[in-house]
T-cell receptor
């Protein structure tokens, strides 16, 4: 079966760095997405990785290792507004998005 | 980034009535649109995938006759919840993609409450 695993919840301090991991087992691979979702709102696109390596976008970076079925989202200089759920999703061989359950990130002052 | 507009953002309807939710891609042609629903504290659940001009492909367990999807143009897809019941109350989200190798952009979501 297809499976996306990510931690349920993480806590970090304002100004610090946090890494949210995602491991996946899917039928085929056509890219991995990270989305941010604030409560009651639709997800917002953060990053897309299809090749191995690190993609940096400002305070957010995303890493992919296809051989390990592994990705992480790195958030630097955390701000209170970063408190949200972070969703990992993989596009499989049928170009369907397989979603993880999301990681709730709590930022403390 | 590309803009996907979903309307309405919130709707309350009586049990037994139908509700239509629109999803529009404002600045690109959406060859594929996805419809999701999300229950509180749960992940997004894909309901169906629709390609412009063809019938939607529904996920297992999703009733085709209850959740009618129309993707008549490259910029508009609609989801109609027919004969709504309280258990249909949920957050419905659409996303649109311009093609297989492009990212999907999400609409704002629609909070449906059936009373």
């Amino acid at each position: 079966g297809q499976n996306i695993d990510q931690p349920t919840e993480m806590t970090a301090t304002e100004g610090a760095i946090v890494q949210i991991n995602c491991t996946y087992q899917t039928s085929g691979f056509n890219g991995l997405f990270w989305y941010q979702q604030h409560a009651g709102e639709a997800p917002t696109f953060l990053s897309y990785n299809v090749l191995d390596g690190l993609e940096e976008k400002g305070r957010f970076s995303s890493f992919l290792s296809r051989s390990k079925g592994y990705s992480y989202l790195l958030l630097k200089e955390l701000q209170m507004k970063d408190s949200a759920s972070y969703l990992c999703a993989v596009m499989d061989s049928n170009y369907q998005l397989i979603w993880g359950a999301g990681t709730k990130l709590i930022i403390k002052p | 980034g590309a803009v996907v507009s979903q309307h309405p953002s919130r709707v309350i309807c009586k049990s037994g009535t139908s509700v239509k939710i629109e999803c529009r891609s404002l600045d690109f042609q959406a060859t594929t649109m996805f419809w999701y629903r999300q229950f509180p504290k749960q992940s997004l659940m894909l309901m169906a995938t629709s390609n412009e001009g063809s019938k939607a492909t529904y996920e297992q367990g999703v009733e085709k006759d209850k959740f009618l999807i129309n993707h008549a143009s490259l910029t508009l897809s609609t989801l109609t919840v027919t004969s709504a019941h309280p258990e249909d109350s949920s957050f419905y989200i659409c996303s649109a993609s311009g093609g297989r190798d492009t990212e999907a952009f999400f609409g704002q979501g629609t909070r449906l409450t059936v009373v």
